[in-house]
Structures are given as structure tokens and as C-alpha cells.
């Protein structure tokens, strides 16, 4: 299911049209929460530049990398 809230207007047009609106209006607030959770955390990620481009040339050093970062986001958090 989706996870992005719907505009007030296409539930609206949606409604109107009745059984003909398509997929029913449907919004779990829990999932999205967790959905906002992890793009802030991949946000505050890209502000290491390292990371934002990519600049390791292998997988394993790239996952040390953002291990790194997240742990020192962690740390600031405290």
C-alpha cells in the first residue's frame, strides 16, 4: 500500500465519482512516520560528503563508510 497521504481534493474527486473513484482513500499514519524516520536519517547521511558521492570504490569500505557516519549521528544524538 502506499505510504504518502492523499491531497484533500483528489479524495474529494475520488468520493464523487464513486464506485467508478478507483482504489479506496487509505492512510496508515504508523508506516508513514517510520517512512519519515528513515528519509531524515538517509538526509542527515548525505551531509557527509563521502558518502553523498560515493567516493569509495568498494562495497565493503562504502558499508564501513556509512557504519561510520550513522554511528557518529548516533553519538551526537546523546
Known amino acids: 500500500g502506499h505510504t504518502i497521504p492523499e491531497k484533500n481534493d483528489q479524495k474529494m474527486h475520488r ?4 464506485r467508478r473513484g ?3 482513500t487509505a492512510f496508515d499514519s504508523k508506516i508513514y512516520r517510520r ?3 528513515v528519509e531524515r536519517c538517509f ?3 548525505k551531509g557527509f560528503r563521502g558518502i553523498a ?3 569509495e570504490k568498494t562495497a565493503t569500505s562504502y558499508e564501513a563508510a556509512v557504519t561510520l557516519a550513522s ?3 548516533w553519538a ?3
Open 76 to 78: 551526537r544524538s546523546i
Open 53 to 55: 558521492t560515493r567516493y
Open 35 to 37: 517512512r519519515n524516520t
Open 15 to 18: 468520493r464523487n465519482r464513486g
Open 22 to 24: 478507483g482504489r479506496p
Open 71 to 73: 554511528l557518529l549521528l
Open 43 to 45: 538526509s542527515q547521511l
